[in-house]
């Protein structure tokens, strides 16, 4: 089983909004805190918004207010309602735990801004 898997990306117009989930292995998404991370062309990975087991959450400040991350324990999920898209919020968009694995790393998913 693939320990970590993105989906719901694609095309949508500034101010638009995307869901993007996440589906965890049991054995992940009961003891660690799941995190979305972003990496746009030509800038480093960043970490968006992580949200634990206990439902403690932070996001990063250029996100706050717009985006919201949530999890179904049973489903085994993580998802990241993304609102007020700006083009800024380009990027690729991963899950993986935090502090991330190497292992877990997937192909991600992508997000795309027109303005």
């Known amino acids: 089983q693939v320990p970590l898997v993105e989906s719901g990306g694609g095309l949508v117009q500034d101010g638009g909004s995307l869901r993007l989930s996440c589906v965890a292995s049991?054995?992940?998404?009961?003891?660690?805190?799941i995190a979305w991370y972003r990496q746009a062309p030509g800038k480093q990975r960043e970490l968006v918004a992580e949200?634990?087991?206990?439902?403690?959450?932070k996001y990063v400040d250029a996100v706050k207010g717009r985006f919201i991350i949530s999890r179904d324990n049973a489903k085994n999920t993580v998802d990241l309602q993304m609102n007020s898209l700006k083009s800024e919020d380009t990027a690729v968009y991963y899950c993986?735990?935090?502090?991330?694995?190497?292992?877990?790393w997937g192909q991600g998913t992508q997000v795309t801004v027109s303005s």
């Open positions: 993986n735990t935090n502090p991330p694995s190497r292992q877990f």
């Open positions: 049991r054995s992940i998404f009961n003891f660690a805190p």
């Open positions: 949200i634990s087991h206990k439902n403690i959450i």
